[in-house]
Nanobody, 110 residues
Framework: VQLVESGGGLVQPGGSLRLSCAASGFTFSRFAMRWFRQAPGKELEWVSSISGGGGGTDYTNSVKGRFTISRDNAKNMLYLQLNSLKSEDTGMYYC?????RGQGTQVTVS
């Protein structure tokens, strides 16, 4: 399993980013995927999940209405659209399949 996140960066409050996760080494469409984040000095936090087919999604309350998870099974890609960003969204964002996760991409809102 290989998961490679990208798309993070520095953005002002209210701004947007689109995170991507390139997946390989498994049959991507068969697995639900998740995004997690970890703020400095805090525990890992689940952010969002999407079913294998993409029809089912879920979000932690703090990002509902602002973040959108999606996937392209033809390209083995997972996405997280981040809108209306707040300083509290700052952290390292990871995509995950089960217990596997990538190296993360840093999002800084300031």
């Amino acid at each position: 399993v290989q998961l490679v996140e990208s798309g993070g960066g520095l953005v002002q409050p209210g701004g947007s980013l689109r995170l991507s996760c390139a997946a390989s080494g498994f049959t991507f469409s068969r697995f639900a995927m998740r995004w997690f984040r970890q703020a400095p000095g805090k525990e890992l936090e689940w952010v969002s999940s999407i079913s294998g087919g993409g029809g089912g999604t879920d979000y932690t309350n703090s990002v509902k209405g602002r973040f959108t998870i999606s996937r392209d099974n033809a390209k083995n890609m997972l996405y997280l659209q981040l809108n209306s960003l707040k300083s509290e969204d700052t952290g390292m964002y990871y995509c995950s399949k089960g217990s596997d996760r990538g190296q993360g991409t840093q999002v800084t809102v300031s």
